[in-house]
């Protein structure tokens, strides 16, 4: 799904306004950390606060709303910060973006059954995992394209 600017700026401001907002996951890039239909919670980014392995919300110059886990933080020849990211499923890192396409952090994730904030231990063991073992990412690329291929075969959909 595509978003322009105004959208964007109107997701900020009901950051800004109310401290947080909710956004229903629909990609598999975060799987099994974030799984399709899984309502997000994103509250203010403070670039202060941030750190590797948080999950940031940002606008991408394609037009798409993006979560995906902060790798690194670098600055560029001019000295501008640019923030590293990359999906848990993905095998290479996102482009890197500035500052002011960043809209939130994620802070809990809600399925029916729990909601799961990122400061609990098993949502701080994931980032760990996924921050530490890079293989982790191609292992969960090839089960998920094995899960595809088998509900396509089957004719189930995702």
Known sequence: MQFNQGTVELLIRTINK???MDLPSYGISMYP???KG???R???FDEMNVKKGDVLLYHASSGQLIAHRLLAVQKTDTCQKQFILK???NLITDDPINKTQIIGKLATIE???RKRYVSDLSSIMWSYIMLSFPIVSKLLRYFLSIVLIN????????
């Open 151 to 158: 509900k396509k075969s089957s004719g189930a959909s995702l």
């Open 33 to 35: 950390y974030i799984k």
């Open 111 to 113: 399925n029916t059954k």
């Open 38 to 40: 899984n309502i997000c």
């Open 42 to 44: 994103f509250v203010q």
């Open 87 to 89: 999906g848990d499923t």
């Open 18 to 20: 109310y401290g947080w």
